[in-house]
């Protein structure tokens, strides 16, 4: 067997695991649904899962990931070869890729259309009813869907194909801090618009009587989702980070990050919702609708537009990447593919259930809910489970000191581990089922 592949520095992890996390979940995903769930209670709930939650289950699925040096299917067999039920996680954890990765190259197709739309700058004569006229004929259509789609999985397939090292960390390395500094950009214009300030209240201001079980339950789901936890991809990444890497301060880093961009791309387009009267609830569109109003009003708006799409779309690719590499190293591995027959077979499949989410938009929405609210939170228990109770203090403070030194709270997450966050969620699930 060759030898393993891993990252090379420790700036490539953070850079790998935040290109995993940062992507359509922070700049298209979470505006949407915080739109649709009350805004600022939503963000609060989203906080709190965050960092009680998803910072824990990160963490058990880098040291999953490192101390197996294993794919999301083998880790648990190499680990505990009796507890076979935990199996289930790498199953499901390949089935969350194929339902992921296949709406959501419809999405990234979305930017790489916009990212023309603003290079011809058919955006920028547009008024903001015409701009959701546009978005409502190009979502809806087939075939120019359809081709972006299949160019982005192409991309997808082609970087997984060479590679962890070459292909995944060169590019994130220096592409998502770019994508930072323009974000900031667009939220300082956005909020110094006139009649921005309902949005940064709407954003910032929980109105606590909005808070239902299914508010939770989507800001759970969403949490997941941007983190790109439950699901493998975070493990699959921690089995090429080598041991002497500190996995908690990358945990911490990344999930900071990813909040970082999210909440600034709340920033950035919640006060334009306001100033140019759009609704907050449209749904998937509200990103595609509302910055390019923004950018009409912008110094240089035809440089940012093209710019931002471009890095939506480079977001997008380095967490497509992540996700075909949960099926890529499982194909490979387990069922002995070569890497560029697996990624071939693999980015395939995603994109003939890609077409369908094309022509079916209920199934479109359909795999967006059961994937991100369903089977990633259900990970997350399972993964929480085996990280506390299979796995055990002992050795996942083992792994989280390979570095050499010693790390802190290592109590405290193994009691969020084995008890917190598996109620908390099994909680939220059920409440949101109407049974508690
Ligand atoms: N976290 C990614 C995003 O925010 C999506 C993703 C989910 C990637 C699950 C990998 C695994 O865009």
Not at 41 to 70: C, D, H, N, T, W
């Amino acid at each position: 067997m060759e030898s393993r592949d891993s990252f090379s520095s420790k700036f490539g992890i953070i850079a790998a695991a935040a290109g995993s996390a940062i992507g359509l979940g922070n700049i298209w995903r979470f505006p949407y649904v915080l739109g649709e769930n009350g805004g600022g209670a939503f963000l609060l709930i989203y906080l709190v899962f965050i960092f009680l939650i998803g910072v824990p289950v990160m963490l058990s699925e880098l040291v999953i990931g490192r101390k197996s040096q294993r794919s999301v299917f083998g880790a648990f067999k190499v680990l505990a070869p009796d507890a076979k039920f935990f199996r289930l996680v790498g199953v499901m954890g390949v089935l969350a890729a194929f339902l992921i990765l296949s709406f959501y190259s419809v999405v990234a197709g979305w930017t790489v259309n916009y990212t023309l739309l603003a290079l011809g700058g058919q955006l920028s004569d547009k008024s903001p009813d015409q701009l959701s006229v546009l978005f409502e004929d190009f979502s809806g259509a087939v075939w120019r869907p359809m081709v972006y789609m299949i160019v982005f999985m192409v991309l997808t397939a082609l970087i997984v194909a060479g590679g962890v090292k070459k292909g995944i960390e060169k590019y994130t390395k220096i592409l998502m801090p770019v994508l930072l500094f323009i974000i900031a950009i667009l939220c300082v214009k956005s909020i110094t618009l006139k009649g921005a300030g309902g949005g940064l209240s709407f954003l910032f201001k929980p109105d606590f009587s909005k808070i239902t079980a299914d508010v939770v339950f989507e800001a759970l789901g969403q949490a997941f989702f941007s983190l790109s936890i439950g699901m493998g991809a975070i493990a699959t990444y921690g089995s090429y980070v080598r041991k002497k890497e500190n996995l908690l301060n990358t945990a911490i880093s990344v999930s900071f990050a990813d909040t970082l961009i999210a909440v600034l791309a709340g920033v950035a387009i919640f006060p334009a919702v306001f100033a140019f009267g759009i609704k907050p609830d449209v749904g998937p569109g509200l990103v595609f609708v509302t910055l390019p109003n923004v950018f009409n009003q912008m110094v240089g708006g035809y440089f940012f537009s093209v710019a931002f799409f471009v890095l939506l779309f480079i977001a997008a690719l380095t967490s497509s990447v992540s996700m075909l590499e949960v099926v890529v190293s499982y194909f490979s591995e387990e069922l002995k593919m070569s890497r560029r027959g697996a990624a071939l077979l693999g980015a395939a499949l995603i994109t003939v259930l890609g077409a369908v989410c094309v022509l079916v938009p209920s199934v479109f929405s359909q795999f967006n809910t059961i994937s991100s609210d369903y089977l990633l939170p259900l990970g997350g228990v399972l993964i929480s489970v085996f990280a506390g109770w299979v796995l055990g203090r002992k050795k996942v403070q083992e792994e989280l000191e390979a570095h050499g030194k010693s790390v802190r709270f290592v109590g405290l997450l193994v009691i969020i581990l084995k008890v917190f966050a598996p109620i908390a969620i099994t909680f939220v699930f059920l409440n949101n089922l109407g049974i508690i």
